[in-house]
């Protein structure tokens, strides 16, 4: 059955939503299959598949590239995609352009929007038109060269306000989820408490509506360091890169093609 953005909001309270990144037609099936509620097409796509080092350098047309790849899966779960670096502070009408054509062009469902307060009450419009929206808070990698890192959010009493101020924010201007990232698990659980729309956590602990992994992280397919939130639940890599040298082996002894 076709997940919908009711079926997210209705499963608060229920029990935890899934949510896994895909960037391509395999790992969107392979997402599908394995019976996700929903899937994102990340801008994390700059990490993984593109090789860059954060997210500033993810386009649109990159964006709307890949979204329409992983379309083509027809997958079951809800589909959303990220709206990019520095769109939402463009104009409302630029903002609600990318939106739709992540919808007409990239086959997208939702899309979903780093972005505080300010940002938030923009995302009105965004909702307004038809589009739903996920707000994203908490640590934001599009704000990577403000922070000049990134950081875990919402440790001190004071930053917990402005995070349940920036959730609040999000919920009024019509959104139907929240993502918090990189959140002091307490906070996410008062952020959760305080919101009727369900949130969906990555760093955040366990008090959230639900949780997003990167599908590499998952499958263990990322050379080097794992962000410490990440659970590897297969090596894939050494797998894969042993299949490889094998293949690389017999065609070089004629074993293949037998
Ligand atoms: O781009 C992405 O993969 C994300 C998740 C880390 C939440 O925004
Ligand atoms: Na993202």
Redesign the pocket.
């Known amino acids: 059955m076709k997940t919908t953005t009711q079926t997210i909001r209705q499963l608060k309270g229920k029990r935890p939503i899934v949510v896994l990144?895909a960037y391509d037609f395999i790992t969107a099936q392979l997402a599908t299959e394995a019976g996700v509620d929903m899937i994102?097409v990340?801008?994390?796509?700059g990490n993984t598949a593109l090789g860059y080092e954060s997210?500033i350098p993810v386009t649109v047309d990159a964006m709307l590239h890949h979204c329409a790849a992983v379309a083509r899966a027809k997958p079951s779960a809800l589909l959303m995609c990220?709206v990019p670096f520095a769109v939402a502070g463009h104009s409302t009408d630029y903002l609600l352009d990318v939106c739709t054509r992540l919808l007409q062009v990239g086959g997208a469902e939702c899309v979903?929007i780093e972005g505080g307060k300010l940002i938030a009450e923009k995302c009105a419009s965004v909702a307004q038109a038809g589009i739903p929206v996920m707000g994203?808070i908490g640590l934001k990698?599009q704000d990577v060269l403000q922070l000049g890192g990134y950081r875990k959010f919402g440790k001190s009493a004071a930053e917990r306000q402005i995070l349940i101020d920036e959730a609040r924010a999000w919920e009024q201007s019509g959104a139907f989820a929240l993502?918090m990232?990189m959140m002091d698990f307490e906070t996410a659980a008062a952020v959760t408490e305080a919101i009727s729309i369900p949130t969906?956590g990555?760093g955040a602990g366990q008090g959230t509506d639900g949780q997003?992994l990167?599908i590499s992280d998952a499958l263990g397919l990322n050379a080097g360091k794992y962000p410490g939130f990440a659970k590897k639940f297969v090596d894939l890599r050494s797998i894969a890169v042993e299949a490889l040298a094998q293949y690389a082996t017999e065609v070089r002894e004629r074993k293949f093609p037998e």
Do not use: A, M, R
């Not at 990340?42 to 796509?45: F, K, R």
């Open positions: 990144t994102l990340g801008d994390s796509l997210t990220d979903k994203h990698p993502l990232e969906i990555i997003v990167v």
